[in-house]
């Protein structure tokens, strides 16, 4: 069981260090995640951006003196830069640094020197809730806007398969929506009916999955007792399927302003893992979503 975000730093700590290229690395907050990802013995660094920039920071959080700057002032080569030392094998993960999600992207998914793989990229976020016996996961809140069920099918599978190699083997699942019942009128109850077929019919990776499935019945089994509903996952998701970008958003963010949850998170589908946090996100947060990161190299 994923406890806590420090349960998912011991287990990367015992991987070894891993490098982490960072795209437009002239950001306080981001060089302070890699400073306490290092002191924790999780990576090494290299910087790409703006060495007139980086250095001075690098140096107030604490960072090696011998840390690797690649100068390149220009946030776009930047972005392609960083991305293509991950291609040839000099870095292990890809993070965003002080650069537009939109402009990052666009040169980590380049076609000569990015991560291409071929699949959906997904936005797959943990979530530490205070009183929560476990990390409980969600996607897809911040990469696709509106996906149809072919879609869902890839962001499940990305997010099955990072349970997996975080250790968590047939992880419950819920496809959330606004009922139980499969309605025509409402898109989402569909898209989740088909996704428990297409686990049925072997098409996603093992999981226990239930759909269409609101957020109360997922969460509490006294919920659903009240409304006479038998769930094999009430009480016990891993991961919540988001129906669209926006009821993602909106959850995860109520988690974190509301209930004081930990959230971080990593971009799924690439060749590696790749850390795209928000500028409100905390040092802490993205130290977190590094560790997950680590977990997440194929060694």
């Not at 790409?48 to 107030?60: F, N, Q, S, W």
Request: proline fraction near 4%; hydrophobic fraction near 45%; charged fraction near 20%.
């Amino acid at each position: 069981m994923l406890k806590n975000w420090q349960y998912l730093v011991d287990q990367a700590k015992t991987l070894g260090r891993v490098t982490v290229s960072v795209a437009a690395a002239q950001d306080h907050e981001v060089l302070e995640a890699l400073k306490a990802a290092y002191d924790l013995g999780m990576v090494d660094a290299i910087l790409v951006g703006d060495e007139a920039a980086i250095r001075p920071m690098a140096a107030e959080v604490g960072l090696p003196a011998d840390v690797r700057i690649v100068n390149e002032t220009d946030l776009d080569k930047a972005a392609l830069k960083a991305a293509s030392l991950v291609r040839n094998g000099e870095a292990q993960i890809l993070m965003k640094g002080i650069i537009n999600s939109s402009n990052f992207l666009r040169g980590a998914l380049n076609a000569e020197c990015g991560l291409r793989s071929g699949r959906q990229l997904s936005h797959f976020v943990g979530s530490e809730i205070p009183g929560a016996e476990k990390l409980l996961f969600h996607t897809d809140g911040g990469m696709n806007v509106a996906p149809g069920l072919a879609e869902k099918k890839q962001i499940l599978t990305n997010a099955i398969e990072a349970l997996n190699a975080l250790g968590v083997q047939k992880p419950y699942v819920a496809a959330l929506t606004a009922n139980e019942q499969v309605n025509p009128k409402i898109p989402s109850t569909v898209d989740a009916d088909g996704l428990v077929q297409a686990v049925k019919a072997g098409e996603i990776p093992e999981c226990v999955i239930e759909g269409p499935i609101a957020l109360d019945v997922a969460v509490s089994p006294e919920a659903a007792h009240h409304k006479g509903i038998k769930s094999e996952v009430s009480g016990k998701v891993d991961i919540f399927l988001f129906p669209s970008i926006e009821a993602g958003n909106v959850l995860g963010k109520s988690l974190a302003f509301y209930a004081k949850a930990k959230n971080a998170g990593v971009i799924l589908g690439a060749t590696h893992p790749i850390v795209m946090t928000s500028r409100s996100d905390s040092a802490e947060a993205k130290t977190n979503s590094i560790a997950m990161a680590c977990c997440l190299v194929k060694r």
